[in-house]
């Protein structure tokens, strides 16, 4: 797990494989491709996504969910802390959506044109799962969070819609 008060994603960060165990990022990203190899007709959805747990510290936990359309899916998450506790609701879904920026900053053009090379444009979809949504508190966030995201070639999702962090990333942090 990470520490302190800077989450930077490279190369060689850390994730745990739901079946594989620990791999790099960069291995992350080779089974991200053999899983599209093995099955070409396939569409799917690479989605990511940040969830938070607060207590003396901060847990972070940012996932990567590779989602066949109709046909499984792997999943792999990071864990990170801050050194504290972050209190206030803006600041906390702030560093969350940072950290996912951060993930998504790794799927670089050239990543992201391996991806479209190995299956075409029209059968992948890149998802970016904010921890936001229309109902709660956390509705006021909405158009700044959203409005980050938009420059990238993620699409934006949010509640119910943002099951990366939503669901996935948030059964890892109250593991921790």
Known sequence: MS?????LFDENTVFRSLGKGEL???????????YI????N??????????????????FVT????HRVGKGAIGFLHKSQLARPIKNLREKIYMETCITLQ??????????????RTLGKKGITFEFHIDIGKKGETK??????????????FVPKIKPDSFCASCFADRY???I
Not at 3 to 7: P, V
Not at 51 to 57: G, P, R, Y
Not at 140 to 153: A, D, Q, R, S
């Open 37 to 40: 190899k093995d099955d070409k």
């Open 173 to 175: 942090t109250k593991a």
């Open 24 to 34: 790099s990022f960069k291995d992350v990203f080779n089974e991200i491709i053999n």
């Open 63 to 66: 996932c990567i969910h590779v």
């Open 140 to 153: 006021v966030l909405i158009n700044e969070m959203v409005g980050m995201v938009k420059g990238l070639n």
């Open 42 to 59: 396939s569409s799917y959805k690479i989605s990511i996504g940040t969830d938070s747990q607060v207590s003396s510290k901060t847990f």
């Open 3 to 7: 520490e302190g008060n800077t989450i």
């Open 103 to 116: 993930l998504a900053y790794l799927f670089d053009e050239e990543r992201i044109s391996k991806i479209y």
